[in-house]
Antibody
Framework: EVQLVESGGGLVQPGGSLRLSCEAS????????LNWVRQAPGKGLEWIAY????????YYGDSVRGRFTISRDQAKSSLFLQMNSLRDEDTSVYYC????????????WGQGTLVTVSP | DILMTQSPSSLSASVGDRVTITCRAS??????LNWYQQKPRKAPNLLIY???SLQNGVPSRFSGSGSGTDFTLSITNLQPEDFATYYC??????????FGRGTRVEIK
């Protein structure tokens, strides 16, 4: 069974940092690209970061580029999101999601982890 | 960036109804449009990919159509478990994506 389990969320002050993790199981981790998608309270979905299956290529949404860094550890089947210079508007539930290939979709999602940025 | 516009933003329907949700892209995205269902406090769930392909395990009352800029998600014989929010997503610009703002389907 494919599983993606996020962790690392919590309360952080504006300007602070946080590192999210997503532990994967039930599939060949190195064969899939991975993403972070977030959802502010009561709002819609926003894709924010992508990493290729081997980790050599990354892309970011405009709202997080230069502040967030996506990475993966193939040996631990884990995905990470390092979030720096956090702002109030980064308050969201953060999901990791799996994708594969060209024109791809997100076929499995984690349960999400809540990040709250507040003084 | 490609803008995805969903309509309506919300609708009320009864069990057994047929529901149609539309999604319009700001430019031609061919067939690269996906639909997700999200229930409160849950992760999104893939329903339809590449406009009309039904994801494994999704009931056949869900269907998708369209190409280019205009797409439709239809739900026939609406069931109680279908009351949720539905999002479209364009994957034409993979590995970057944009979502529509969502359509909330409520019980009449």
């Amino acid at each position: 069974e494919v599983q993606l389990v996020e962790s690392g969320g919590g309360l952080v002050q504006p300007g602070g940092s946080l590192r999210l993790s997503c532990e994967a199981s039930g599939f060949t981790f190195s064969s899939y690209s991975l993403n972070w998608v977030r959802q502010a309270p009561g709002k819609g979905l926003e894709w924010i970061a992508y990493i290729s299956s081997r980790g050599g290529t990354t892309y970011y949404g405009d709202s997080v580029r230069g502040r967030f860094t996506i990475s993966r550890d193939q040996a631990k089947s884990s995905l990470f999101l390092q979030m720096n210079s956090l702002r109030d508007e980064d308050t969201s539930v953060y999901y990791c999601a799996r994708s594969r290939g060209m024109f791809s979709y997100f076929d499995y999602w984690g349960q999400g982890t809540l990040v709250t940025v507040s003084p | 960036d490609i803008l995805m516009t969903q309509s309506p933003s919300s609708l009320s329907a009864s069990v057994g109804d047929r529901v149609t949700i539309t999604c319009r892209a700001s430019q031609n995205i061919s067939k690269y449009l996906n639909w997700y269902q999200q229930k409160p406090r849950k992760a999104p769930n893939l329903l339809i990919y590449t406009a009309s392909s039904l994801q494994n395990g999704v009931p056949s009352r869900f269907s998708g159509s369209g190409s280019g800029t205009d797409f439709t998600l239809s739900i026939t014989n609406l069931q109680p478990e279908d009351f949720a929010t539905y999002y479209c997503q364009q994957s034409f610009t993979t590995p970057t994506w944009t979502f529509g703002r969502g359509t909330r389907v409520e019980i009449k």
